[in-house]
T-cell receptor, first 111, second 117 residues
C-alpha cells in the first residue's frame, strides 16, 4: 500500500474557518513536506518539517509532526476561497531523496 | 525562488507515436530530477529518478523502454513516451532538486497533460 495516507479525502468549509488535514505514514523519515496543487497545475511547496521538529509555522499555515504516531497535520487558519486546492503530504525516507506522496485532500473553501 | 519549466504544457498525439517532454531548471542547477505521473483526482506516483550524466533509476513496474529518460545537463531532463497508447494518457510532472540546495526541497514543474488518441 502507498506510504502516506491523508484524511479527510475531501473537506468543504466556509471562508474564515480553519481547515485541518491529516497525514499518516509507515516508515522512518528524514522530513515531511506539504504541497498544494490547483486543478490541472503543478505542485507548490508549502512547508517542510524535519523529523526532529514537532511544529512549524508559515503565515496562516501550521504543521505538526508526531514521529511516534507517524502522523502530521496541516492547519490553515482563517481560510480564503483562494485556498481551494488539493493538498498533499510527501515523506522523504531515510534512505534517499525520493518523495512518497499521500493521496491528498481536496479542500473547498466556499465564499 | 527556484523555477522549473516543462514543455509542452499540453500535447495530443496519435496512438503509436512518440512524445518528448522537457523539464528545465531555469535558475539553478539540478543534479537530480524526478518524473511523476498523476491520474485524475489521484496522487503523484514516482516513475523514475534521473541523475545528470548517468542512467535513470526506474520505479518498480515502470517500463524503461517505454519511458525513456535523458538527463543530459544540470538543467535539462527529458522524458520520451515511446509508441504511446491511450493508457499512457496522463499528467506528467517533473521536479528538480538543487545542486546546492538549502535543504531537501524539490521544485516542481507545472506539468504536461498528455492525451493519446
Amino acid at each position: 500500500s502507498q506510504q502516506g495516507e491523508e484524511d479527510p479525502q475531501a473537506l468543504s468549509i466556509q471562508e474564515g474557518e480553519n481547515a485541518t488535514m491529516n497525514c499518516s505514514y509507515k516508515t522512518s523519515i528524514n522530513n515531511l513536506q506539504w504541497y498544494r496543487q490547483n486543478s490541472g497545475r503543478g505542485l507548490v511547496h508549502l512547508i517542510l518539517i524535519r523529523s526532529n521538529e514537532r511544529e512549524k509555522h508559515s503565515g496562516r499555515l501550521r504543521v505538526t509532526l508526531d514521529t511516534s504516531k507517524k502522523s502530521s497535520s496541516l492547519l490553515i487558519t482563517a481560510s480564503r476561497a483562494a485556498d481551494t486546492a488539493s493538498y498533499f503530504c510527501a515523506t522523504e525516507g531515510t534512505s534517499g531523496s525520493r518523495l512518497t506522496f499521500g493521496e491528498g485532500t481536496q479542500l473547498t473553501v466556499n465564499p | 525562488g527556484a523555477v522549473v519549466s516543462q514543455h509542452p504544457s499540453r500535447v495530443i498525439c496519435k496512438s503509436g507515436t512518440s512524445v518528448k517532454i522537457e523539464c528545465r531548471s531555469l535558475d539553478f542547477q539540478a543534479t537530480t530530477m524526478f518524473w511523476y505521473r498523476q491520474f485524475p483526482k489521484k496522487s503523484l506516483m514516482l516513475m523514475a529518478t534521473s541523475n545528470e550524466g548517468s542512467k535513470a533509476t526506474y520505479e518498480q513496474g515502470v517500463e524503461k523502454d517505454k519511458f525513456l529518460i535523458n538527463h543530459a545537463s544540470l538543467t535539462l531532463s527529458t522524458l520520451t513516451v515511446t509508441s504511446a497508447h491511450p493508457e499512457d494518457s496522463s499528467f506528467y510532472i517533473c521536479s528538480a532538486r538543487p545542486y546546492q540546495g538549502a535543504g531537501n526541497e524539490q521544485f516542481f514543474g507545472p506539468g504536461t497533460r498528455l492525451t493519446v488518441l
